[in-house]
Nanobody, 124 residues
Framework: QVQLLESGGGSVQSGGSLRLSCSVSGSRVRDYCMAWFRQAPGNERERVATVDRSGSTTYADSVKGRFTISQDNTEATLYLQMNRLSPGDTAMYYC??????????????????WGQGTQVTVDS
């Protein structure tokens, strides 16, 4: 089992950048794929980016080319680098882990662990 804790959220002007971090702890962390989700009030939770155990990544069309998901070499921290932010990116951002694989296709309810979320607000 793993435990997740997000940080790095805040307010930023449109066109700016922000980097989110997710502290990962527990055992057998390399047996999990990882993802970032986001959810704005009244909206469904959206899968933003994933990274599998081999390091392969996927992105939602809405963030492709602007966001980058990565991990440090110990996998103790998951990152989401967000560039060219717009008001449409305003949401609560969550990191999530799923045992073994399948992060690209799994819905949020199929993930094993969640962080508490960190708020990102992009000013127009």
């Amino acid at each position: 089992q793993v435990q997740l804790l997000e940080s790095g959220g805040g307010s930023v002007q449109s066109g700016g950048s922000l980097r989110l971090s997710c502290s990962v702890s527990g055992s057998r962390v390399r047996d999990y794929c990882m993802a970032w989700f986001r959810q704005a009030p009244g909206n469904e939770r959206e899968r933003v980016a994933t990274v599998d155990r081999s390091g392969s990544t996927t992105y939602a069309d809405s963030v492709k080319g602007r966001f980058t998901i990565s991990q440090d070499n110990t996998e103790a921290t998951l990152y989401l680098q967000m560039n060219r932010l717009s008001p449409g990116d305003t949401a609560m951002y969550y990191c999530a882990a799923r045992y073994l694989g399948g992060c690209q296709l799994a819905g949020w309810e199929q993930y094993t662990a969640w962080g508490q979320g960190t708020q990102v607000t992009v000013d127009s």
